[in-house]
C-alpha cells in the first residue's frame, strides 16, 4: 500500500495461523510489528462423507461462508460441480479465495460482509422451490439458512471443517503486552470470544483497554457489550480492508497527538 507507515506499532493477528500470513507481511511492509496469536485451529471434519454426498447433489444455489469452506470443499466436490450453480460468498475474502481457484461470484455483498448483507441481495428475496447448499464449518450460525428457507427454499449445510480453540499459554504474550501491543483485529465473533477466554482473568484488563479493530456491525455491538472502550471498524475481513483500517487509525492516532 502505497504511503503507508505504522510508525512501528504493534499490531495483534488472531486469525488461525494459516490465514495469517498475508495481513502479517503488510503490517511489516508498512514499518508496522505483527504479533501472532492464532484464537482458532481449523480442520477437516472426522468424517467428510456426508458433507462430501451433499456437495455433489444437484443445487440452484451454492453459498460459501468463509474462505476456509472454500479450502475445504474444493477437495471434496468436483470441479465441474461449480460451472453449472449460482455461487454466493458472505464476504469478500471468501469471494476472493473462490476467484483464486478460478470461479466467478454471481452473489456478494456490496457492503455489508455478512449474512444480513448477503440476505439483502434481490436474487435471494424468493426462492420458491429453489434448492441451496451452505458450505461452512460445523455449527455456525442458523440466520442465513433459516432465513433463506422461509422464502420458499429447500436448504442443506455441507459442513467440511471444524473450528477448535488452542491451548496456548498466554503469558509470554501478556508479560509484554503494553511493549508490544496496540492494536488488536479479530474476524469472527468466535475469534473475539475465544481471545478474551484465551487471555483469561489476568489479561482482561489489557485487552479491555487495547483498541480492538472489528469487520462488521453485528461484531462491533458483541465487542461493545463485552465491555471494550474502544471499537474500530474495518468494511472487511480480507487483508486489504482490514489493513485500511489499521493505516487510517494509525493516521488518526497520530493527528490527536499533534492536535493536543
Known sequence: M??????GRGIL??????QAGGLSRLIHACHGTAVLFPTLEISACDSPEPACGLLRHSWDVMIFVSPNAVCYALRLLPAERLQTVLLGAVGQATAAALRESGYGIDLVPAERYDSEGLLM???????????????RGEGGRPLLGDTLQARGAEVGYAEVYRRTRPQTDPAPLLSNWAR???LVTVTSTEVLRNLIAMLGEQGWPLLRQT??????ERMRMEAERQGFESVLP???ADDKSVMTAIRDWV????????GR
Open 2 to 7: 502505497a504511503d503507508c507507515d505504522l510508525k
Open 13 to 18: 493477528i488472531t486469525r488461525a495461523a494459516h
Open 251 to 258: 493516521d488518526e492516532s497520530a493527528e490527536t497527538v499533534q
Open 234 to 236: 474495518a468494511t472487511g
Open 180 to 182: 508490544r501491543i496496540d
Open 121 to 135: 441481495l434481490a436474487p435471494l428475496q424468493r426462492l420458491d422451490g429453489q434448492k441451496v447448499l451452505i458450505v
Open 211 to 216: 483498541p480492538l479493530l472489528v469487520i462488521s
